[in-house]
């Protein structure tokens, strides 16, 4: 096991616990786990009684009562409504100031476990425990917790860090390939922009990771995982430009996963964003073609099945409009200057975003 941390400005600690078959994190973290009166495990209702037993075993009854709770598992569910029946739920158990919420389960569950844990009693510790490949290499790390407003998502949230992250890879050994494929859209994002170490990293194990191979995973976990959170460590609340790198691709993605109502998975819909956003920077001059094929050629390696999604350009073009990230009126997008540098630029014609828009859903 690797017990990571980073520090933020203000002194506090970004905890995590990275590896495969991770012993009980009660005996590790013993400051985590002083003085908590209550846990209550939080899971999607659709989640194998097999993971309930590990997470179970990750935190086992030290002495206080364990509670469940089960989420209704789709994305459509997170919603203000399902925070307050769980913050409900917590207190007609009686939870307190001192109590703790494990949110074990993919993105829907840390976002919305972690949304409720920091409005309950104006906030309760929480340990997050991705359980999917995207989750443990960026959903479930980082403090962004939230839940949608209507159609449009993480609309609601707070930045929340959870007391520790816990990215445990053998809870991804019954992923179906979808799945891992869907997770290695964030992947090779950070290949992308991430140092060169992590990106001979990814490079190396990319394809191993995608067939499944345990060690591989662990390798991209790991290295993803830590290198996300020091990213974290120097931009918490997304306000000094380092964190919003993490971002590049996901303006587009976001709108091709809307677009999609449901039938493209997020990973899948963050790889085409940033396919989108690599042909934005090559034709806006930005990055040069030989580095535009060789990171290109990281999402070819992904053998994305087809898009599913209209090609309708006047929706695109109003959705990345109203991006969280577009900061007010006209377009707004992460591009990348070279392999490990990225740069944000606005209204961009739209002449280069509809070739751009056309190549991302080829
Ligand atoms: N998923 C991007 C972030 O956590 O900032």
Known sequence: MKNFSSTI?????????????????????????????????????????????RATALFPEGGQP???????????????????????????RGFSRNSLIVAAGGGTVTDLAGF???????????????????GQIDAGLGGKTAVNLGGAKNMLGTFYQPALSVCDTAFLDSLPHAELRSGAGELVKYAMIGPAGLRRTITKNLSHALSGDKSALTSCVAACAEFKLAVVAGDERDERGMRETLNFGHT???????????????????????RFAL???????????????????????????????????????????????????GNRFILLRAPGRTAAARDIKDSLLKKAFEGALK
């Open 9 to 53: 400005r203000d002194q506090r600690l970004i905890q995590a616990a990275l590896g495969r078959g991770l012993p009980p994190l009660t005996g590790e973290f013993p400051a985590i786990f002083a003085g908590v009166d209550k846990v209550c495990l939080v899971t999607g209702s659709d989640a194998p009684a097999s993971l309930r037993a």
């Open 66 to 92: 364990h509670s469940y709770y089960w989420l209704p598992p789709s994305e459509k569910a997170k919603t203000l409504n399902e925070a307050a029946k769980l913050c409900a739920f917590l207190f007609s």
């Open 116 to 134: 409720a844990a920091s409005i309950y009693m104006r906030g309760i510790k929480w340990v997050s425990v991705p359980t999917s490949f995207l």
């Open 252 to 274: 587009a993605g976001h709108a091709f996963e809307a677009m999609a109502e449901g039938r493209l998975p997020h990973g899948e819909a963050v790889a085409r964003g940033l």
């Open 279 to 329: 042909i934005v920077s090559r034709d806006a001059g930005l990055l040069k073609p030989a580095d535009f094929k060789k990171m290109d050629a990281l999402v070819d390696a992904l053998h994305l099945p087809p898009a599913k999604v209209r090609a309708d350009f006047r929706r695109f073009l109003s959705l990345v409009s109203m991006d969280k990230k577009a900061r007010g009126a």
